[in-house]
């Protein structure tokens, strides 16, 4: 097949792969270039889909985009279970929001009353409460509050599922690395390549590295618990992600380095928060411990869109904490602008040449 493709993405991640699936339905024909598809961040990810839980102070524009690619969500999972015949995992039994200790809860409590001050839907629980949602959250927990729109989906599940939609749609992946992007002929070249995106571009992307654990409940029953359960415990802020086949993803640390090793220390700091929340996980299997390198921008917000001084060149990165929420709102961006040539107002805050000189990290 292909000779020119309409379209090449560089990265097979879920962004990159859902620009193929969204644009070879268009009837585009696109290559999509990755030696190791869905082996970046995503293979570490959580899945968390947090536009409330995960509105930070000062991150205005960003919590825009959460919500509205939140929103999505469901019509995107529902489509993809459709275009490839799999489940990818949809979760809507809501977060938890709870701190152990009296200093933990008052930070908890900070964050959400922001939150809460900007019309998100995060409701405080008395702890009898919070008790009756979630029985296995240790007595000690102080308190919290319910997000009821921060929903879950299975980045392992979700990988496989975009990849299959997107070759039933006609897009070829391609097991090559790309060097250069002058080696790539395409009418438009779209750069999804995570972390990789600041070398191929000069944007300032840079590796934030996450640890994060995988448990199992004993005898492969589900876990104790339904709720996505975001913690504060003694200073420490974690999650913990139950899935219906009893695995528990437990995560993650913030640390602006670029190597994926796994440290006991790492480990130490989210196994004792994990325990301390919820007793019962001392008694799962640890069965993985892996860190992965989220795509950190200055402004903690993604790249999307034309990469100036570069006619024909996309990209669509720097997603950071939020790449598997983010996911269904990129694409559709994405795609409008490569079919239309028109570039949504959503997209404004977030081009790349909203950064001057900033320098470049690899
Ligand atoms: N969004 C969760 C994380 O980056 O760890």
């Not at 409940?217 to 996505?228: L, M």
Request: charged share 20%; hydrophobic share 45%.
């Amino acid at each position: 097949m292909l000779t020119r493709p309409d379209v090449a993405i560089v990265g097979a991640g879920p962004v990159g792969l859902a620009i193929a699936w969204r644009c070879a339905s268009r009837g585009l024909r696109v290559t999509v270039h990755d030696p190791a598809p869905g082996s970046g961040a995503s293979h570490v990810a959580a899945g968390m889909l947090s536009p409330v839980a995960e509105a930070y102070f000062g991150e205005h524009a960003l919590t825009g985009l959460l919500a509205e690619s939140a929103t999505r969500w469901p019509r995107f999972a529902a489509d993809l279970a459709d275009a490839a015949g799999a489940d990818v995992g949809y979760r809507a039994d809501g977060t938890l929001v709870v701190g152990l200790t009296a200093d933990d809860l008052a930070e908890a409590r900070r964050l959400w009353s922001y939150q809460q001050g900007l019309g998100l839907p995060i409701t405080p629980l008395r702890p009898s409460e919070l008790r009756d949602r979630e029985p296995a959250l240790a007595p000690r927990v102080r308190g919290g509050a319910v997000a009821p729109g921060d929903h879950q989906v299975d980045p392992r599940r979700l990988v496989p599922a975009l990849r299959a939609a997107a070759e039933r749609a006609g897009a070829v992946l391609r097991p090559d690395r790309v060097g250069p992007l002058s080696e790539v002929d395409a009418g438009v070249t779209v750069v999804a390549a995570g972390c990789g995106a600041a070398a191929l571009t000069g944007l300032p992307v840079r590796p934030v590295k996450g640890q994060v654990l995988r448990l199992r409940a004993p005898g492969r029953g589900a876990p104790d618990f339904r709720h996505v359960i975001r913690g504060y415990a003694d200073g420490e802020s974690i999650y913990l992600v139950p899935r219906d086949g009893g695995e528990v993803v437990v995560g993650a640390t913030v640390e602006e380095r670029a190597d994926t090793e796994v440290t006991a220390g790492g480990v130490l700091r989210l196994l004792r928060a994990a325990v301390d929340l919820v007793p019962e996980l001392a008694e799962y299997d640890l069965v993985e411990a892996m860190a992965g390198l989220r795509p950190g921008t200055p402004d903690n917000a993604p790249i999307i869109g034309p990469l100036p001084g570069r006619p024909g060149v996309l990209v669509a990165t720097g997603h950071h904490r939020h790449g598997i929420v983010l996911t269904p709102v990129t694409a559709d961006l994405v795609t409008e602008l490569i079919v239309t040539g028109e570039p949504d107002p959503l997209l404004a805050p977030f081009t790349p040449d909203r950064f001057g000189k900033e320098p470049t990290w690899n």
